[in-house]
């Protein structure tokens, strides 16, 4: 397993004292599928960048169950200056996580957060022609979802598509 770079993207994370300074109370954001990579990859990210002083918002750790969650959740991604979105194989099928792309596209344009994409073992075209599981996961979401909401996301995938990425494949 490697971390491969696709395409160059300059990167360079606040001290956690610069954070509070440019208003922002988290440095990082993580929008991610837990199912598919909560144990593996995501436990890895989070240990490193705690252990860089990096403040994070992970939804799993902060926030109270039984509380509502979709407010907490886009206050958090207007107050981060990164977002790392991390695709993955099931990603598409939690209506969650494309609320929150949603929110962090618009936050991109809107407040000038940075978003950091990561293939995690899928294939980036799959993400950017809504094919594979990606397509599946879309053909449930139009049965059950509002029209404008289903293209909100579809958007939101059809822009991330389109960010420097880092895509992380076995090599052979």
């Known amino acids: 397993m ?3 770079v696709t395409e160059t993207a300059s990167l360079s994370f606040p001290s956690s004292s610069s954070s509070s ?5 988290y440095d990082v954001f993580l929008n991610f599928r837990g199912e598919d990579t909560h144990n593996k990859f995501m436990g890895n990210l989070h240990v490193a960048l705690i ?16 509380k509502p969650i979709s407010p907490k959740l886009s206050k958090a991604i207007e107050e981060a ?3 790392i979105v991390i695709l993955s194989e099931n990603y598409a099928s939690s209506t969650w996580c494309l609320d929150e792309l949603a929110k962090i596209i618009a936050c991109e ?6 978003v950091l994409l990561v293939f995690h073992y899928i294939d980036p075209s799959d993400v950017r022609k809504k094919m594979g599981t990606f397509a599946h ?9 509002n029209k404008e909401r289903v293209e909100k996301w579809r958007d939101a995938l059809t822009q991330v598509g389109n960010l420097s990425k880092w895509h992380l494949k076995n090599i052979r």
């Open 2 to 4: 490697a971390l491969m």
């Open 51 to 66: 252990q860089k002083g990096i403040i994070i918002f992970k939804d799993d750790e902060n926030l109270e169950r039984g």
């Open 81 to 83: 200056k990164f977002a």
């Open 109 to 114: 344009k809107d407040m000038g957060i940075t």
């Open 21 to 25: 300074a440019v208003g922002r109370k």
């Open 137 to 145: 996961a879309f053909g449930k979401h139009e049965e059950k979802e």
